[in-house]
C-alpha cells in the first residue's frame, strides 16, 4: 500500500524549532522529488520546499528562505523539514507530496502524485 505519513507538528513558542518527517511506505521516496506544501485556514495551498531525487538540490519559497530546510534519508525512506525561527504566520497543516514536475514549478502549481494526511504546526505564545 502506497502511503506518505507525516508527523512532527506541534504547538511552538515564535522563535522556536520543529522538525518534521514524511515517512514513505510502498515504493522508493528516492526516486521522486518530494516537497513540503502547507494550508493554513481560510487561505490557499502554499508550497514551502522541494528537494529533487537527483542530486537533493533544494528549493524554498520565499518566506521561508533561511529558516527551513528539507533534507531526505533515502535508506530511512524519509524526507524531513527542520523548522527554525518559527513566526505565528507559520501556522498551518503541513503536508509532504511526491512531484510529478521538477521542484521549481511544483512549488507553484503542486501537482503531486501522492500526498500524506498532514501535520498541524501552530506558533503561538
Known amino acids: 500500500q502506497v502511503q506518505l505519513v507525516e508527523s512532527g507538528g506541534g504547538l511552538v513558542q515564535p522563535g522556536g524549532s520543529l522538525r518534521l518527517s514524511c515517512a514513505a511506505s510502498?515504493?522508493?521516496?528516492?526516486?521522486?522529488?518530494v516537497g513540503w506544501f502547507r494550508q493554513a485556514p481560510g487561505k490557499e495551498r502554499e508550497g514551502v520546499s522541494c528537494?529533487?531525487?537527483?542530486?537533493?538540490?533544494?528549493y524554498y519559497t520565499e518566506s521561508v528562505k533561511g529558516r527551513l530546510t528539507i533534507s531526505r534519508d533515502n535508506e530511512k525512506n524519509t524526507v524531513y523539514l527542520q523548522m527554525n525561527s518559527l513566526k505565528p504566520e507559520d501556522t498551518a497543516a503541513y503536508f509532504c507530496?511526491?512531484?510529478?514536475?521538477?521542484?521549481?514549478?511544483?512549488?507553484?502549481?503542486?501537482?503531486?502524485?501522492?500526498w500524506g494526511q498532514g501535520t498541524q504546526v501552530t506558533v503561538s505564545s
Open positions: 528537494i529533487t531525487s537527483s542530486d537533493g538540490t533544494t
Open positions: 507530496a511526491t512531484a510529478v514536475v521538477p521542484c521549481l514549478p511544483w512549488l507553484r502549481l503542486l501537482t503531486s502524485k501522492y
Open positions: 510502498g515504493f522508493t521516496l528516492g526516486y521522486q522529488d
